[in-house]
Every structure is written in C-alpha cells, then in structure tokens.
C-alpha cells in the first residue's frame, strides 16, 4: 500500500524539521538546565522559560494544534495518516510536543472533551486547552488494583441531588503535578451493580475543586519528568455538578475507547521518532570513537545492529501508518487490531534501538550527558501506559481465532479492553 501525505501535510513537515533545527535541537541543554536549576531551587514543577518563550513563535508559523481532526474548533487538525509523520518528528525530542500544543495527556483530554463535552464545557475547558493557557490530567489508573483490567476500578461517583460526590486514590495521572493544570478528567464507578461495563463514568473535575490533593510525584527509574511529571492523587469527597459528567452514567468505557485509541497511536508515532534519533545517534557515534585499530563503526557487531535498527523502524512506521489510514477510512473500531498491534511494537522497536544506542556510548550513554537514558526510561513505561503489552497480544490473539471462527460476526463481538498502565 502507498501512504500519500496531502500536500499540506508535505508542507508542514518541511517547516516543522525547519523548527526543530533552529528551536528545538540547539535549545536541549537549556530546556534541562531550566528544569535543573527549577529542582536545585526547591520546585521542579515550574514551567519552563524556553517552552513559553517557543509556543507563541510555533503558533505564529502555523505549527499549532495539528492533531484533532474532523474538529470545527480546530481547521488545521490534521487526519491521523497526515500526522503521523508531523508527530514522528516531535517525538525526538520528549518535551517538543508541547511547543506546538500536541502533547499527552492534552491531546487525549482535548479529543475527549471535542467528541463527548457539552458545549458549555468545550467552552469552559476546551478552548482554554486549545489555545494552550491551562493544562489537563487524566485520573483512571489506581494503584489499589491491576489497572490493566480498568473494571477493576474502585474510584466511586456517586450522585447527591445536583452534584456528584467523587472518592477515590489514583496514580499515574500525568501533568497533575504542573501548576497550570486546571482540569482532571476523573474515571470511576456510578453504579457498581451494573453490567460490567457500564459500571463506569468519565466526570469533569475542576483542578481547583475542594477536596484533591496531590500527594507525591512518581518517578521513572529516578526521573520526575519535571515540570510536566505524574502523581499519586486523592480524591476525597469531592463535588461537581452533574452536568460534569460525560455523555451520561455509566458510558465511561464508551469514552475511554474513543479517547484511548488516538492517544495510542500518537504514543507509537513519537516512538518511531525516538528510535530514529536513537539510531542517528548510534551511528554518529560509532564513527566517533576508535577500538582495536579501527573505527568502532568497522565492527561487523554494529552491522548487525544497524541494520536490524533500519529494518525495525521501517517495519514499525509502515505498521503506524497502515492504523493511521485505517482510523481514517474505515474507523478505530475496524482499525483496533492494527492499533493494538503498533502498540506492542513501536515501543519494543525503540527499546531494543535505544539499548544498542546505549551500549554504543558506553558508559556515556547511561549519563545524563546524552538523552538516552532518560528516553529509554520513558520509552519502557510505555509497554505499560495504555495497556501493557500482555493485553493488547491477547486481544490480538481473540481477533485472529475470530477470524477463523465458523461463527459469524465473532470477530466483531472481540473489544479491545480500556487499559492504561497498571
């Protein structure tokens, strides 16, 4: 199959690899000293000049909101297959998406409030997102149960009068720690007698509500993924209106499904970007250093691994771009056995890139002196954000037993399950 980029998206990649060469790359240092500097002073969690400072010249060149099609509110987004490699090229570099207004969980929580929001929400905390003034967090994982089964949650909405009274201890809820979150949107029980899956709802909770408290930040094998980070969170006895809630009681896995799906690709999109730059610097520095008489590069060891990296990213991109199109033309529920494959593989390819990148520099390459180790770390939480790894090959497997079932329609009746983390 060929993947045509429309000439728009053409275009824009061709500005957007202009942006990074003269923002994004030569700025790396700074964006770590800033946050540094931030840490040493007693605050990691404040946001840094340098992104403030690109956000508005990343608007001005039209390089702003990319990722919400089919959106009224946003003319520029862009379709899934003419954004994936706009996306790619972010995801070099771990805090590039929020220069241009497309990074997690924002553009999960701005698709979600778009395709499930009233209006008078939109309003309130879409617009707000969209022009990049507030941030947003996502609270479904809980650290009480295996969130890989998402009906195991034990967050309750439980409903008094006018408003809904939320109870509940969540973990992994990323940018909770920032200061410019202004908004949860919060997954849990309405009615635990329910059919399994309609147990849940998604509810809109103002970040400055009564009630939450951010007890910590988690680390990634020893990063705080300052300012942006992820948190334990509580909610205790927390009040919202009822019109807070999304599509009505009981529709919160209707919800996740919808919201989960683009969130999943973006992931492995920015992957494909992660081992790409993994790999440039791999081989860069292959032909820097000199071992046994010769150029390490020489090494038929590093043929091997290079050439296995080459064959891995354009087997991993040609897989994103094929789901891509699918949720394009035919939907994400027809595309949900592509989505989930390219979610077991895009962040295993930038492991295993990013392992022989690592072992390439040395002991360098475990420093902080070269960005490997901190994207090899975020690189393997993602075999666990969005469903580990073991869910989605199961779900895998029943949709291709389906496909050979003397039932009709089996392969229609196999979901992929609402998972994030664990």
Not at 73 to 80: K, M, Q, T, W
Not at 366 to 381: E, I
Request: hydrophobic share 40%; net charge neutral.
């Amino acid at each position: 199959m060929s993947f045509q980029f429309s000439p728009r998206s053409l275009d824009l990649q061709a500005r957007l690899k202009a942006f990074m060469d003269q923002h994004i790359y030569p700025n790396e240092h700074r964006f770590e000293s800033e946050v540094t500097e931030n840490r040493r002073a007693g605050n990691a969690w404040v946001p840094t000049r340098l992104i403030d400072e690109l956000k508005p010249i990343a608007r001005e060149s039209g390089l702003w909101n990319l990722f919400l099609p089919r959106s009224a509110r946003v003319p520029e987004g862009l379709s899934n297959l003419d954004y994936a490699p706009l996306c790619e090229i972010m995801g070099r570099v771990h805090w590039a998406p929020e220069v241009f207004n497309c990074s997690a969980p924002d553009t999960g929580n701005m698709e979600t409030f778009e395709r499930y929001a009233s209006e008078s929400l939109k309003r309130q905390w879409l617009d707000p997102l969209l022009r990049g003034e507030i941030r947003s967090a996502f609270a479904m994982t809980e650290p009480g149960v295996a969130s890989s089964d998402a009906t195991n949650i034990e967050s309750t909405i439980s409903r008094e009068g006018d408003h809904y009274r939320i109870n509940g201890r969540k973990w992994w809820t990323s940018g909770a720690p920032d200061p410019r979150c202004g908004v949860f949107i919060f997954m849990g029980k309405t009615d635990p007698t329910a059919p399994r899956h309609q147990q849940q709802s998604m509810i809109i909770v103002p970040a400055d509500t009564p009630g939450i408290t951010v007890i910590r930040p988690l680390t990634v094998y020893g990063y705080d993924d300052a300012p942006h980070g992820h948190a334990e969170v509580l909610f205790k006895d927390v009040r919202v209106p009822i019109d807070n809630v999304l599509l009505g009681e009981g529709r919160g896995f209707e919800i996740a499904q919808g919201r989960l799906g683009p969130g999943r690709i973006h992931h492995c999109m920015r992957q494909i970007g992660v081992a790409e730059r993994a790999l440039e610097l791999m081989c860069k520095r292959l032909m820097s250093r000199v071992a046994f008489g010769k150029r390490i590069s020489e090494h038929s060891v590093w043929h091997e691994r290079i050439a296995e990296s080459r064959c891995m990213i354009d087997q991993a991109r040609l897989m994103t771009l094929q789901a891509a199109h699918m949720m394009d033309t035919v939907g994400n529920k027809v595309a949900r056995r592509e989505i989930a494959m390219i979610k077991v593989i895009a962040p295993n390819v930038a492991g295993k890139v990013l392992d022989w990148a690592i072992q390439a520099h040395g002991a360098g390459g475990v420093s902080d002196d070269f960005p490997l180790a901190a994207m090899w770390a975020h690189s393997r939480t993602l075999r666990f954000a969005d469903g580990p790894d073991e869910v989605h090959r199961a779900a895998i497997a029943k949709l291709e037993i389906a496909r050979h079932s003397p039932i009709p329609g089996d392969a229609d009746r196999v979901e992929i399950p609402v998972t994030r983390g664990s």
